[in-house]
Every structure is written in C-alpha cells, then in structure tokens.
C-alpha cells in the first residue's frame, strides 16, 4: 500500500491492488495480463470504483478512468485497440446537462471481471468518479472493518455506492453531489465531521 495509505496515482493504486485480497490482487492480475493498461498509456489510466477499496459485490465492475482530450480520436483509436482484447460494447453520453461533460465508455468482460473503461475530455483526478472514490477511502479508512461490513451489506441489498455512503453519513440531498463537497474537505476536518455522524 501507499505510505500514506492514499491512492492518489494508478502506480499506488496498482500496489495497492497487489497486496490487497484476493479479490483485489486477482483484478491487479487481470489489469496487467489483459494489457488494458499499456493500451491506455496514453489516456492515464486509472483503477477507480468499489473494487481498489474493498466494497466490491459479487457483479461489480472493475473501472478505468481515462482522460481524453478528443473523445472521437480517442473513440476511434480504441474501437481498434480495444477489439483485440474482447468483445466490446461502447456508449457515448454526457453533455445533455449544463454541468455534465461528455464521455465515452467502452465495457467488455475479461476472464470473469466486467471492465468499464471511461475517458472524458477532463483529467482523470476532477473526474467524479476519482473524487467519490478518494472520499470514500479516506471515510473508509477512518470506519474500519464496520464500515466496510455496512457499506457491503447495503450494496448487496442494491444501493449504489454513494447513496450508501450518503445513508451512512445520515446525508439527505442528492448523494452525488453530496459526496463531491466532502471529497473537497481535508481529511482531518472530513473525519472529524464523520466521526459526529457515525458510530462506527
């Protein structure tokens, strides 16, 4: 792991992922062996979602994040690259609202991990995902076993990631957006402010 128990670079991350589980070191296998990452170099690939902080459920994605400054070369390039490694289905949304940015993501399946690679044209640390993520294991790190066990036992039940997180947090706006204005706060005042509205 990260001396700082961060994941802030897809180095630590993948060194995170190495020692992790075996859920977790089984994704660090596929990442590497599939060559998704070397195929992405250039887009910065990041391993983002439930899997590098250990509240994955039986289903979930493995995420890679990508940063892309022209979404239809990107696009293109990829329908090439990425048809070598499997099958793929691949989605362009994004834009319809005023503070939504285009993205592109492609999904395939490799050996038995669903993979969702999302790029958009803004770098991959102001990406939502990146921000929720960080906020999520710093939260995480400051609950301990019990909140992974809480955090799991709603995803299984069928929450998504960060309304559970929200419901945790006693939250009640949009869990998004909720999530993004915690992400800005140090860890300090984060946990201190955590630690008023859990019991873990």
């Known amino acids: 792991m990260a001396k700082s128990g961060e994941m802030i670079t897809t180095a630590e991350v993948m060194a995170h992922l190495a020692a992790g589980n075996e859920r977790q070191q089984d994704a660090n296998r596929v990442l590497k062996s599939s060559g998704l990452l070397d195929i992405l170099a250039d887009y910065h690939p990041y391993p983002a979602g439930t899997v590098p902080i250990d509240i994955d459920v039986p289903g979930s994605d493995l ?118 204005h915690l992400a800005e706060m140090k860890r300090e005042d984060l946990w201190n402010w955590a630690r008023s509205r859990t019991s873990f």
Not at 131 to 149: F, K, T
């Open 63 to 180: 995420d890679l994040l990508c940063y892309a400054e022209d979404l239809d070369a990107y696009e293109a390039e990829m329908h090439d690259q990425i048809g070598a490694v499997g099958e793929f289905r691949c989605v362009r949304g994004g834009g319809d609202l005023p503070d939504q940015r285009p993205y592109v993501t492609f999904n395939l399946q490799v050996g038995h991990w669903p993979v969702e690679i999302f790029a958009q044209s803004v770098p991959v640390n102001r990406q939502n995902a990146y921000l929720h993520m960080i906020v999520e294991w710093r939260l995480l790190q400051l609950w301990g076993d019990a909140g992974h066990r809480e955090i799991r036992r709603l995803k299984r039940a069928g929450w998504k990631t960060e309304p559970a997180f929200a419901s945790v947090l006693g939250l009640r706006g949009d869990p998004y957006v909720d999530m993004l």
